[in-house]
């Protein structure tokens, strides 16, 4: 019943009223009475310990393409091996008040559901139940040949019995692995990888590959459908922490504006979907969305 009272309002500000330069009030004011469902990037990570790679302060990153992977084995052994160190990282961070944010206003039944564009699984862990993992999940590997899949806890576990000096000589020296450069998928930097020893797939020796969309490689259509339910299935789109780089983000702003709901970016710099959103805010993801979550609940 709550549901169908959200959704009975429909939109009715005039394009005039479009906001550029937005605060947490403004995009509370977009979507009181309505229910949304969020759209996150790596944006949402950073507070987190996880570096956003596309950020305008980031350094310049060539990210790795599946046609590599499946092509170069001294490649697949050099990735493996900073996947290994850069594990260590990312298995130990937690949500910050962005994604419980999210959280607790879908446990209040305003948020549909969350699209996430990252592995990390950290709006899972914050409590949200609802989440699509369009890019897939850092927790799960997959193999290329039988298609069998394994956790990454698992396979940390072979790697470590196959390289038993591997993290020690690598971590020799840094205080902890955050002192290493972590990136999104966990992929750290380490110089010396010509003697590690990846692991081949146990039950049919095939190549292992974390469970992510890597670039060169398409989403799975049957998740990419689920994400369009997701958003069909709100009064309002809320975009935080992505740029929108990437097309299998766009187009989720740009069914939602078709379709004439308020869309509502927080992002810090300029995003691919400014042009179509209600209320741009140009601000601390976190901050911003620990705020619009207060503001909602008034
Ligand atoms: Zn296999």
């Known amino acids: 019943m709550l549901r169908a009272a959200y959704q009975q309002r429909t939109w009715t500000l005039p394009a005039d009223a479009v906001v550029r330069h937005g605060t947490a009030e403004d995009a509370?004011?977009?979507?009181?009475?309505?229910t949304f469902t969020v759209?996150?990037?790596?944006?949402?990570?950073?507070?987190?310990?996880?570096?956003?790679y596309r950020s305008p302060d980031s350094p310049p990153r060539n990210p790795m393409t599946f046609q590599q992977f499946v092509a170069d084995e001294a490649f697949r052994r050099?990735?493996?091996?900073?996947?290994?160190v850069g594990w260590q990282h990312v298995r130990r961070t937690r949500p910050n008040g962005g994604h419980l944010a999210l959280a607790a206003l879908e446990d209040r039944g305003i948020v549909r559901g969350v699209i996430t564009q990252n592995v990390d699984l950290l709006h899972e862990q914050a409590g949200s139940r609802k989440v699509i993992d369009l890019h897939g999940r850092s927790d799960r590997v997959v193999c290329l040949t039988c298609r069998r899949v394994i956790s990454r806890a698992h396979l940390a576990e072979r790697l470590s019995a196959l390289n038993p000096h591997f993290l020690d000589e690598v971590l020799d020296g840094v205080r902890t692995v955050t002192d290493i450069e972590v990136a999104p998928d966990a992929d750290a930097v380490v110089e010396q990888t010509a003697h590690f020893r990846?692991?081949?797939?146990?039950?049919?020796?095939?190549?292992l590959k974390p469970e992510i969309v890597y670039f060169g490689e398409a989403v799975p259509r049957e998740r990419v459908e689920r994400a369009f339910a997701m958003v069909d299935d709100a009064g309002a789109l809320l975009v935080a922490g992505t740029s929108l780089t990437v097309m299998s983000g766009l187009r989720f702003v740009r069914h939602a504006a078709k379709a004439g709901m308020p869309v509502v970016i927080v992002n810090r710099g300029e995003t691919r979907g400014d042009p179509l959103a209600t209320v741009k805010v140009e601000a601390d993801v976190t901050e911003t969305l620990t705020a619009?979550?207060?503001?909602?609940?008034?």
């Open 39 to 52: 759209l996150t990037g790596a944006g949402i990570s950073t507070d987190s310990g996880i570096p956003d």
């Open 198 to 207: 990846p692991a081949p797939c146990e039950f049919c020796g095939g190549v």
């Open 78 to 84: 050099h990735y493996w091996a900073r996947n290994h």
């Open 292 to 298: 619009l979550a207060g503001a909602l609940a008034r």
């Open 28 to 34: 509370a004011r977009v979507l009181h009475g309505l």
